[in-house]
């Protein structure tokens, strides 16, 4: 089993930035990765990372205003998210998987936190 818990959403206008957090703990997971879901629309992927090699990826759009780290003990990941967009309003989720691979897909994920709000006023 793994846990995770985000934080660090909130309330931002256009063009600020805002770093969230995911906390992992239990059995520590292979690949993690950052997801967002806008009301009304499907799971998007936003970023992934392999903190043992530290490989990253992300989602084309987004690529270059959204970073995403982990800390050197690698229980913490980070989403780094500068000058955000009305569009980028969105409950951000941290979820996690076993193996190396790249999957952009939330349904290859097992296991969830449960979402932190970003909200971006234009």
């Known amino acids: 089993q793994v846990q995770l818990v985000e934080s660090g959403g909130g309330l931002v206008q256009a063009g600020d930035s805002l770093r969230l957090s995911c906390t992992v703990s239990?059995?520590?997971?292979?690949?993690l990765a950052w997801f967002r879901q806008a009301p009304g629309k499907e799971r998007e992927f936003v970023a992934y990372?392999?903190?043992?090699?530290?490989?990253?990826y992300y989602s084309e759009p987004l690529k270059g205003r959204f970073t995403i780290s982990s800390d050197s003990t690698e229980s913490t990941i980070f989403l780094q998210m500068n000058d955000l967009k009305p569009e980028d309003t969105a409950v951000y989720y941290c979820?996690?998987?076993?193996?190396?691979?790249?999957?952009?897909?939330?349904?290859?994920?097992?296991?969830w936190g449960q979402g932190t709000q970003v909200t971006v006023s234009s």
């Open positions: 990372i392999r903190p043992n090699g530290n490989i990253t």
């Open positions: 979820a996690s998987k076993t193996g190396l691979v790249v999957i952009p897909r939330p349904e290859h994920y097992d296991f």
């Open positions: 239990g059995r520590t997971p292979t690949s």
